[in-house]
């Protein structure tokens, strides 16, 4: 058994790069990407819902791949890049698919919002947008207490549209 003060004080070294910004923090090992997110850095984008892998509400993209931050150790994002819903407009100018999300309505209270837009963002890049069903299958990992998934659905594959039109531009 090790001393208590060994069991209470271990920390572990996590760099990271988080929407484009390099940070190196210690953490305990048990600490979450979604924890080190909002408590270190003050990025409160990503939500705490069940926080067991169940509401999608904290989903942000590691290494591109959206992932349940809740479900992520921070020690194990170590090298990684996080993009979080912060992350995404440009110089003022909001994203693509968080600008499809304002004009199809795709909200009510909110709290879902930031995971819904990081997953409809992998949705598209993924993909799995080409019809109704296929943007609900594969955002079926977010759920709506509002259920505000009509218009979800009807954003996502406005915002996949625009960004297809923008490459090919
Ligand atoms: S808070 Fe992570 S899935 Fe619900
Ligand atoms: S808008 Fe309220 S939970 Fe989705």
Redesign the pocket.
């Known amino acids: 058994m090790c001393p208590e003060e060994t069991r209470f004080s271990a920390r572990c070294l996590v760099r990271l790069t988080v929407n484009g910004q390099s940070h190196e923090l210690e953490v305990e090992p048990r600490v979450t990407l979604?924890d080190l997110l909002r408590e270190r850095l003050q990025l409160t984008g990503a939500?705490?819902?069940?926080?067991?892998?169940?509401?999608?509400?904290?989903t942000v993209l590691l290494d591109g791949r959206r992932v349940?931050?809740?479900?992520v150790l921070a020690a194990s994002a170590e090298g990684c890049a996080v993009t979080t819903v912060e992350g995404l407009a440009q110089d003022g100018r909001l994203h693509p698919v968080q600008q499809a999300f304002i004009e199809h309505d795709a909200f009510q209270c909110g709290f879902c919002t930031s995971g819904q837009i990081m997953s409809a963002l992998a949705c598209i890049t993924e993909g799995h947008t080409g019809s109704n069903a296929e943007i609900r299958e594969w955002m079926s990992g977010n759920l709506c207490r509002c259920a505000a998934y009509p218009q979800i659905a009807e954003a996502v594959a406005a915002a996949a549209r625009d960004m297809s039109a923008s490459e090919a531009a």
């Open positions: 979604l939500k705490k819902g069940c926080n067991r892998g169940e509401c999608g509400a904290c349940n931050a809740c479900l």
